[in-house]
């Protein structure tokens, strides 16, 4: 009994807090060039910088395309997670998205933890959203549990 304790310790400790192991965030101006409604929960979001990046998420790439969905985050672990961002912020979030795209294109787009993932490793500028949230003029992306 005495050699499976400390085992057991270790696997609870490991599962436990490994899966918040990403936090922070940041947002950068950008304007948008299009957006597009698939369906209620799904767009395509195309944003372009408007003064030089200087969020690494958003450096390098002269239009930033965003593929986002509502769904569990990665690391999120079904029925025991509590979902970090809800649907209904979510939907809120491309409400105020498509608003913005109908008036002065302009807004502050970000990520919470790594927020993204890219399509491919070859362009970082073609990413997945899992989530969105809308926070004051901001909008931010989550990919991975916070």
């Known amino acids: 009994m ?3 304790a400390p085992f057991c310790t270790a696997l609870i400790s490991l599962l436990c807090y490994s899966t918040g192991a990403l936090a922070g965030g940041s ?6 060039l299009s957006f597009q409604k698939i369906n209620p929960t799904d767009y395509v979001l195309v944003l372009a910088p408007i ?4 969020e690494y998420f958003i450096e390098g790439c002269k239009t930033f395309v965003v ?3 509502y769904a569990s985050l990665d690391g999120q672990w079904p029925f025991f997670d509590k979902s970090q961002v809800t649907r209904e912020e979510h939907l809120t979030s491309m409400s105020f998205i498509e608003e913005k795209s109908n008036t002065n294109k302009e ?3 970000g ?5 993204f993932k890219p399509v491919s490793t ?8 899992r989530a969105l949230q809308k926070s004051e003029d901001m909008i ?3 990919y991975h549990k916070v």
């Open 2 to 4: 005495k050699t499976i």
């Open 27 to 32: 947002a950068e101006k950008v304007i948008i």
């Open 51 to 54: 003064e030089k990046p200087t």
């Open 67 to 69: 593929l986002g969905t």
């Open 107 to 109: 807004l502050y787009f």
């Open 111 to 115: 990520y919470t933890g790594s927020g």
């Open 122 to 129: 070859n362009n970082k500028c073609v990413v997945n959203s």
């Open 140 to 142: 931010l992306s989550y």
